[in-house]
């Protein structure tokens, strides 16, 4: 399928529809809950943390299920990794010199540059973009929506 990706029916009641384009009314609707955290995070400290701080986050404002865990679990894994880079970089610095003993980049600037791009990336999915949260409006959208509303005002 070519194009822009889908957004949620949730995120759409979230962030609002420009394009009024109808909302599917048979999607899934899986329950807000927050998952358990994967053992392979219980096993990385700076992961655990970002998990236990954007999940409840997540969870206010209904946009986290059990469905969620592995794109939560993989935006977690990728800011330790982020993390890891920049703490190694602060050690090494960008330059660096290579086996022939002439000045490179820092293989861990790359790291630390794809580990960044994934960390956006699933900030997106997740509705955690600073573009995404520009959107929000205020109030709960979720559970004030009346497809009757949408009806009688024509935006069907």
């Excluded at 400290?45 to 970002?50: D, G, K, Q, R, T």
């Excluded at 861990?108 to 995404?132: F, I, T």
Aim: charged residues 25%; hydrophobic residues 35%; aromatic residues 6%.
């Amino acid at each position: 399928m070519k194009g822009a990706k889908p957004k949620a029916t949730v995120l759409k009641l979230v962030t609002g529809n420009p394009g009024r384009r109808p909302l599917n009314k048979q999607e899934a609707k899986p329950e807000v809950a927050i998952p358990e955290p994967p053992d392979l995070l219980e096993r990385d400290e700076h992961a655990l943390a970002e998990w236990r701080r954007v999940t409840p986050l997540l969870a206010d404002v209904g946009l986290i299920t059990n469905l969620d865990r592995a794109v939560v679990a993989g935006y977690c894994m990728a800011w330790s990794r982020w993390l890891e880079c920049e703490r190694q970089l602060k050690v090494t610095g960008l330059i660096v010199k290579s086996p022939n003993g002439y000045p490179m980049y820092s293989p861990y600037l790359a790291a630390s540059n794809k580990a960044l791009d994934q960390v956006r990336q699933m900030s997106e999915q997740l509705g955690l973009s600073g573009s995404s949260r520009s959107r929000i409006r205020a109030g709960d959208a979720a559970s004030n929506y009346d497809p009757a509303e949408d009806f009688l005002s024509g935006r069907t």
